[in-house]
């Protein structure tokens, strides 16, 4: 597991990569967050980044959550002190861990494994909310185009939904899609519903 730990205070980026090392981690990086560092940690393409942040200005803080949106990786945040307007841009940009006043070494594994746990939770979650959506899109087209048929041909729905799901077949096609061509055809000749 590569792993990037964002920090410009060496003591504070030792401690976190000797908890690492003691946790059996070896593909350890650290990068100060200067520069062009955002896309250099997207060429380095970590696996988890951990970002320790002490006391960050507001600037700071919106230019490390920049780095969380553009990754879409686990992201630990170690922070000295924070607000709810803090804690609030953090899990809005996508942070999996947001630790206030918790750098110590024996907290690091435990912290990256809830990050990725929490990572992998959402994009799950995410995955699902995605697939609900094409399906309820994908059913609303199917949907339209059944009343087309309906309409035109005075069929029954079910007699409408065979004659796409019997045309998807001899087409080799999925039945959204002859569904999506059917209302087109049907926009382009006036008679769309």
């Known amino acids: 597991m590569r792993i990037v730990i964002i920090d410009d205070s060496g003591l504070r980026a030792t401690v976190l990569e000797e908890g690492l090392r003691e946790a059996g981690y ?8 200067r520069g062009g560092f955002v ?20 600037d700071t803080l919106e230019e490390m959550l920049s ?28 942070v ?10 024996e907290r690091v594994k435990p912290v990256l494994e809830l990050a990725v746990r929490r990572f992998n939770a ?6 699902e909310l995605d697939e609900a959506r094409t399906a309820l899109s994908d059913r609303k087209i199917i ?3 059944k009343s087309i048929l309906m309409s035109q041909r005075g069929l029954s ?7 796409l799901r019997s045309s ?26």
């Open 122 to 127: 959402f994009a799950r979650l995410q995955t």
């Open 39 to 58: 896309a250099r940690l997207e060429r380095m393409a970590p696996d988890v980044v951990l970002m320790d942040l002490g006391s960050p200005s507001r």
């Open 26 to 33: 070896d593909d350890i990086h650290i990068v100060p967050p």
């Open 168 to 193: 998807a077949m001899n087409q080799g096609k999925k039945i959204v899609d002859v569904a999506q061509a059917l209302i087109t055809a049907s926009d382009l000749l006036g008679g769309g519903l």
């Open 143 to 145: 949907d339209r185009a």
């Open 157 to 163: 729905e079910p007699d409408a939904y065979t004659l």
């Open 96 to 105: 999996s861990a947001y630790v206030v006043d918790g750098l110590r070494k």
């Open 67 to 94: 780095v969380s949106r553009a990754l879409a990786r686990p992201i630990a945040m170690f922070v000295d002190q924070s607000d709810e307007s803090m804690i609030g841009a953090a899990i809005d940009a996508g």
